[in-house]
Structures are given as C-alpha cells and as structure tokens.
C-alpha cells in the first residue's frame, strides 16, 4: 500500500522557519510530481509548491520565501519554509502522483504567532 508520512510541522514565531518532509513509501515505481497544499480554517485548499518532471512551482504568495525540493533516493520531498507569517498558519497536506495515482498525507499543522 503506498502512503504518504509528513513530519516537520509546529508553531513558530513570525519571520521564522520550519522545514516539512515528505516521504512516500511502499511499490513505488515512478514519481511523476510531487507537491504541496494547505488549508486554513474557512477556506479552500490551495497549491503552495510543485515539483515535477521538468519544473517547479510556486504560489505567488510564497514565492521567495519557501522552497520546495526532492530526494528521489529517499522518495521524499520537502517544503523549506523562511520568513514565515501569520497567514501561512494552515494544514499542510503531502499531494504526489504516484504510478500515475494521487495520494494525499494526513496533513501537518503549522502555526505562524507571537
């Protein structure tokens, strides 16, 4: 069964930084992206960085600030988070494509307050 464990969520003040990975594990044969979302209350999901075959991607909210990176060795990819906000405080969810399937991880917290 494939799945996808997320770690590296917490609560940081504003302008720190928190590092969220991402590992797949079970039959995997071919990664084709890999990525992340996130959610606060009220509001609907959002892509926040994808990484696929032949490039990378950023919400314009976060761009400059977060990076997005992969080890394929380790079928894992993580989120580089700088400069955090107050308004990046959401769920953040593990999104890859899998064998050509998408998987979703559990969701991470992570708070951004004084």
């Known amino acids: 069964q494939v799945q996808l464990v997320e770690s590296g969520g917490g609560l940081v003040q504003p302008g720190g930084s928190l590092r969220l990975s991402c590992a797949a594990s079970?039959?995997?044969?071919?990664?084709?992206?890999m990525g992340w979302y996130r959610q606060a209350p009220g509001k609907q999901r959002e892509l926040v960085a994808g990484?696929?075959?032949?490039?990378?991607n950023y919400a314009d909210s976060v761009k400059g600030r977060f990076t997005i990176s992969r080890d394929n060795a380790k079928n894992t990819v993580y989120l580089q988070m700088n400069s955090l906000k107050p308004e990046d405080t959401a769920v953040y969810y593990c999104?890859?494509?899998?064998?050509?399937?998408?998987?979703w991880g559990q969701g991470t917290q992570v708070s951004v307050s004084s």
């Open positions: 999104n890859a494509n899998l064998n050509g399937y998408v998987y």
């Open positions: 990484i696929d075959i032949g490039s990378v």
């Open positions: 079970g039959s995997i044969f071919t990664i084709y992206a």
